[in-house]
């Protein structure tokens, strides 16, 4: 036992390519991060240092995280180099289209990241995860309901508050203890009342952000609710149920409130909605993805980053114009790979409160990417939510290295002295 | 097994229909990304709605017709040619529909999915068209309304082409929508012009006479003038079929139609494809010549027809076609003038096919109108018009009910070594020889001269 406990993932344990290969993976994300910090850098004389001082941090940093996690502590790191790759994707992107607003994105990843290694470190323990749940959804719903008070409109959803030069996104760090209290409520009590108890909460989140105009967010909100009551339950009816009781609800909120519906008026008729706001994000970026070809027009040559919410709403159609449409779907590609990781991960977590929160982050993910990439490609409503790890915007990028801590802390590989065999365990 | 783990069964649902989805827009995205590309708001394409990112557009020459310079788009400094290829180019304002900047924008940028838009497009188009014999038509046709177009009959290759009113693209009149003269501005009248055709289309009749009256060349007709309604040009007394045609007359050719009756005057008209709505490989849409008779129309309406002067209107470009057919031994291709586009490295990306315009006319028949339409001009208009040309043809002069009429002249070298068919069309001007004849005969000659040095 004493000696299968200390096997070496990255050196020294013969047979095993998975050292090789992850130093190969850094090698060449660390290749790919030096040609796009150099496309970056040779357009912007200005901000040269300051961009080159990002880039390089970033990069080193990334090398930091893999001695000390893959090579001293001996754990997988896979996912971390997945987020890393993305995340340096976003760095990329602000620094070229908007450089002054680098600085924030820099600093959110590293606040992520941070956030990302305390939660991992947190959830170490299977016994305390309940503690906090009640005063974590205390809070959650406070502050959605702060946000609601004092917000103001920003491009039609309440959904940002200012303090000082900072502003956030609250709802965005609510999705984490949305996913927290949904996992440890369930997870605790199998009762009545603690599953009533998380129905009135979720419908306290949802009702919420549906009254912040954020409709994006709340059909985030609600797809997690229902990928978390069926992994409790296991009752397809329930679903069922809370689904039509869902869709009743929306039509009567868009019959009693029509003008929500003029929002999306446009879908699937983006073209004859090219001059008016109705189409326009949308026409543009599917003009400039195929502008781009498969392998882009190069960063800084496009002509989409002219348009509104480009690094954000429409970071996809951005990627896939100056880095290619091939680059634009391995994005997404990658972020399938992370939810099906995740769910097959899950299987082997130490207890169902990993499992379901890891499920609930990853659909999360799934949803989210879904409304992000289909709704500015109008296969679905354009919602304007962000695309995890890669849009710009701090709170998002929190959220997302959040997220990740809810798929790390189910493999329980992440945890290798707490696992007696070093092996997976198989129940 | 725990029971929870069953139920990872639903998320990896989720992330299946996601993939599903993604699939769907991959291909969606990759099967319309030319269309989209291409859209005009596109800015790595478009500067206000006019492609600039495109390549030269080249004469048989090379002369540049319009290239880019400085992402703007120019055109030729001669501004007779800038007028004459108004309509082929395209205005790139989306007043006239069709021209080639618009319709070969995917050429011309050289858009391909993989590679993307060019940062610069390198593409040339490469037209069939000689730009100096396209300015001189378009001033034979001076201030007249109308259009002259030259085209290989072996091949389909349009030659020549210009359509009037035109305007230079660099100095667009002030009054164009006001000042009558303008009318129909936007319009290329080879391919959409619709006109009365007068006599020339006595060669439709004789092509359904030689086809079903068997002793026509042995037949004579009468003519003292006048036969009920229709007044012919002259008293032409006793006349044979052939000389019917050469002096055109117009009571032999209505008796002629009367006994040939509705249907085969329409067999005739569709079998010269006059009836036929063209699609050419320049991506164009011809209008198709209009034909109103049947077995209930009275024989004056079927006599007027006879002579092009009922209802009837025949468009210049089915003419032209089927004037090759006859000069072709009875086939013709559509007359095209875009040969191919070639990118930076010179592959061709774009390559022009002659296509069958579905003309077939028996041979025996088209070589009898062929000898019919030769004797027109040595006979009877005189081959001293034409220069050294060995010329066929057939004038009109189309009466109309006010205004002067329509001059037409259509026709073809005789000789092989030059096989060039030709269509001219001036709107109220007056007699076909004087007015279309000539101008074709001063293209005809010009052409010749550059191809015999």
Known sequence: METTKNKKLYFGRPGSMYGLISLLVMLFLTIYQVIMSYCVLSQDSENFSELLLYFASFIIAEWIY???????????????????????????????????????????????????????????????????????????????????????????????????PISIQPSEFVKL?????????????????SLTAYVFFSVGCVGLLGLMSDFGTALIYFATFILIAFLRSGDIRTIVLVCTAAVIGAILILTLKSY???????????????????????????????????????????HLRDIFAATEDLIFGLVCEELGMLTGFLIVITLVLLALAASYNAKFSRSSFFTIAACAAAGMIIVQTALNVFGVTDFLPLTGVTLPFVSRGGSSMICSWGLLAFLKAADSRSYPQLSKSGKRNRR | MRTINKRIILIVSVVMVFVIFTLLLMFSMFSNAQEYALKSVNAHLYENGVLTNAGEIVDINGIKLAYTQNGERKYNDNPAIRSSFLH??????????????????????????????????????????????????????????????????????????ASTPSYDIYNKPEDIDSNPDYEGIYINRLYGGLYTPGSVFKVVTALAAIENIDDIYSRTFYCDGTDGEIICNDVHGEISFKTALNQSCNVAFAQIAVELGADKINEAFNTAGLNISYENSDRITTKASILNINDSYSSADIGWTGIGQSTTLVNPYSFLNFMCAVANGGKSYEPYFVAFAANEKGRRVYEAAPVDSGVAINTTTASLLKELLRSDVSDYYGDYIFGDVIMCGKTGTAERDNGLPHAWFAGFSYDDSFPYAVIAVLENSGSGLKYAGSAASVVMQELHKKMVN
């Open chain 1, 66 to 164: 893999f001695f000390i996690f893959a090579i001293v502590q001996n754990r997988h790191i896979s996912l971390e180099m997945i987020a890393f790759a993305l995340s340096s994707i976003s760095l990329f992107v602000t620094a070229s289209v908007s450089p002054s607003k680098t600085q924030t994105q820099f600093v959110a990843i590293f606040i992520g990241l941070a956030l990302y290694i305390a939660m991992v470190q947190y959830m170490k323990s299977t016994t305390r995860t309940g503690a906090i749940r009640v005063p974590m959804a205390v809070a959650a719903i406070g502050l959605l309901a702060f946000t609601l008070v004092f917000a103001s409109y920003t491009n039609g959803a309440k959904n940002w508050i200012y303090i000082g």
């Open chain 1, 177 to 193: 203890a949305f996913i927290y209290v949904g996992a440890a409520t369930l997870d605790k009590i199998q009762s009545t009342k």
């Open chain 1, 260 to 302: 929500i519906l003029n929002r999306f008026a446009s879908y699937r008729h983006i073209w004859e909605h090219m001059y008016d706001s109705g189409g326009y994000q949308q026409t543009r970026t599917l003009i400039y993805s195929a502008s781009g070809g498969f392998f882009g027009v190069g960063i800084g040559n496009g």
């Open chain 2, 88 to 161: 082929i180019l395209g205005d790139n304002k989306g007043f006239i529909s069709g021209g080639i900047q618009d319709t070969f924008k995917n050429e011309l940028s050289g858009y391909n999915i993989v590679y993307g838009v060019n940062k610069e497009s390198k593409n040339t188009l490469n037209l069939t068209l000689d730009a100096e014999l396209c300015a001189l038509a378009y001033n034979e046709l001076g201030s007249y309304k109308g259009c002259i177009a030259v085209c290989n009959y072996k091949t389909g290759e349009l030659i020549c082409v």
